[in-house]
């Protein structure tokens, strides 16, 4: 599986973006998916997970009630719906793939693939 991540940019506080991540591969419904980002000097971190149907999504504190996880295994395609922003969502996202798993595990190295990141800048 090959992952392409997009859709970061610079936003106001307050405002809203939608990260997408581009899966190649006829197993990517087999996998759960996520999103994790990491600030400069900081450690990557989980912010949200969804399993292979899309049953169930998990999120980061920091991300519950402002982001949103989705996924359309007919595209291939995962989304991250991101409002509320705030300054200290600045980081590069990245989408990862947990092959047979749930997007649940919140330890980056569990996932299998990785796509390449994308910047996320939030001025205040």
């Known amino acids: 599986v090959q992952l392409q991540a997009s859709g970061g940019g610079v936003v106001q506080a307050g405002g809203s973006l939608r990260l997408s991540c581009a899966a190649s591969g006829r197993t990517f419904s087999e996998h759960g998916m996520a999103w994790f980002r990491q600030a400069p000097g900081k450690e990557r971190e989980f912010v949200a997970g969804?399993?292979?149907?899309?049953?169930?999504?998990f999120y980061a504190d920091s991300a519950k009630g402002r982001f949103t996880i989705s996924r359309d295994n007919a595209k291939n395609m995962v989304y991250l719906q991101m409002n509320s922003l705030k300054p200290e969502d600045t980081a590069v996202y990245y989408c990862?793939?947990?092959?047979?798993?749930?997007?649940?595990?919140?330890?980056?190295?569990?996932?299998?693939?990785w796509g390449q990141g994308t910047l996320v800048t939030v001025s205040s």
């Open positions: 969804i399993s292979w149907s899309g049953s169930s999504t």
């Open positions: 990862a793939a947990e092959k047979n798993g749930v997007g649940a595990t919140t330890t980056p190295a569990l996932y299998d693939y």
